[in-house]
Structures are given as structure tokens and as C-alpha cells.
């Protein structure tokens, strides 16, 4: 483990798992284990995801401020993500 200080307060740990999720997962798995989620939560064919370099885009046909909320939170809990966020997009 290796802490993260501000100054010199210790603010956080990182250790060995959380860098190895990180720069363990390609973008591809990343980004199926993401869809598989959010299919089982909001249904198939509503969303699209885009992910590059751990960075999540998920977006959403429905204009709904708590499911975006949802998606971003199941989004995050995925290994590998980074950070996430969810764009509302047309519906084809």
C-alpha cells in the first residue's frame, strides 16, 4: 500500500488491487461488463457505452435525472473505470 497525503495529512491509501484493476482491464471488457449492468437495471437497447482509457460515456435515449445518477454509480462500480458519465442521446 501507498498513502496519498495532502500536506502532511494522509488522505487516502492506494494499494497493489486498485492499480492492477485500473491498468489490468482493456477498454472492450471495461465497457461490456458496463452494458451487461446497466441491461440488467434499465433493459436492453437503451443504452450506449463508450469507453477510453477507463473513462466511461454512457448514453441514455431517456431524459431521467435519477437513472443517470444509477448509471453512473453501477458505471463506477465496474474494475477498471476511472470515471464515468452518462449523456442523454436520441433514440434511433
Do not use: N
Amino acid at each position: 500500500c501507498m498513502p496519498i497525503v495532502e500536506g502532511s495529512r494522509v488522505v487516502g491509501v492506494v494499494s497493489r488491487g486498485d492499480l492492477v484493476r485500473v491498468v489490468g482491464r482493456e477498454d472492450g471488457a471495461i465497457a461490456r461488463d458496463v452494458l451487461h449492468k446497466l441491461e440488467i437495471y434499465g433493459g436492453p437497447g437503451r443504452w450506449q457505452v463508450e469507453v477510453r482509457d477507463g473513462v466511461v460515456t454512457i448514453g441514455d435515449t431517456f431524459d431521467d435525472e435519477t437513472d443517470r445518477h444509477v448509471a453512473r454509480v453501477i458505471a463506477e462500480a465496474v474494475p477498471g473505470v476511472v470515471g464515468a458519465e452518462v449523456v442523454r442521446r436520441p433514440k434511433e
